[in-house]
C-alpha cells in the first residue's frame, strides 16, 4: 500500500512539473530563427516582443494563458487537498474531492492547448510582424507537455476516484 502511495504522489507532482513547464517555457511554436509562446516571441533568441494588448487575437492568447494557468493551480490544490483528506477520510471513503478538482486541472489544459491547436494560425496570419518567420515551424516541447499534462492529469483524477482510503 506504501508503494502504491508513493507511486501517486509522485505521479501527481509529475503532472504538477509538466504543467509548470508547459505554462512558463517559451517553446509552444518553433523553429530554426525562432520560438513563441502564449507570453512572448523571440526572434534570432535575442529579439523578444510581450504578447500584450496590442496583439491582435489578445483575447484567444489570453484565454490560453488564463486556462493554463488556472489548470497549474488546480493541480497544486488537489494536492493538497489529496495529503488533508489522507489524514481526514475515514477508512472505505473515496478521494473524490480530489478526483474533481485534479479532473478540472485535466480540462483546463485540455482547453488550453485545443484553443492553441485551433487558433494558432490565425493568430500568426493576423499578427504577421511578429509571426514572419513562423510559417515554417511547429509544434514545440511546451506544446507537446501541454498534452502529456492533459493524459496525466486526467489519468490521476481517475485513479483518485476509484481510490478508497485504507490504513
Sequence with gaps: ??????????????????L??????????VGEEFFA??????VNNTNCTEIDASY??????QA????M?????????????????????KQGERFVLTSIIQLMSCLCVMIAASIYTDRREDIHKNNA?????TADGRYGYSFILAWV????TFISGLMYLILRKRK
Excluded at 509562446?37 to 523571440?42: A, G, K, P, S
Excluded at 491582435?56 to 492568447?61: E, G, L, R, W
Excluded at 490544490?77 to 481526514?88: C, D, H, P
Aim: aromatic content about 18%; proline content about 0%.
Design 69 to 89: 494557468i488556472l489548470s497549474t493551480i488546480l493541480c497544486c490544490i488537489a494536492f493538497l487537498i489529496f495529503v488533508l483528506q489522507l489524514f481526514r477520510l
Design 20 to 29: 509548470f513547464i508547459a505554462t512558463i517555457d517559451n517553446a509552444w511554436w
Design 129 to 133: 510582424q511578429l509571426y514572419s518567420l
Design 1 to 18: 500500500m506504501l508503494v502504491l502511495l508513493a507511486f501517486i504522489i509522485v505521479f501527481h507532482i509529475t503532472s504538477a512539473a509538466l
Design 37 to 42: 509562446d502564449v507570453w512572448r516571441v523571440c
Design 64 to 67: 490560453v494563458q488564463a486556462t
Design 56 to 61: 491582435k487575437d489578445y483575447s484567444t492568447v
Design 149 to 152: 499534462a492533459f493524459a496525466f
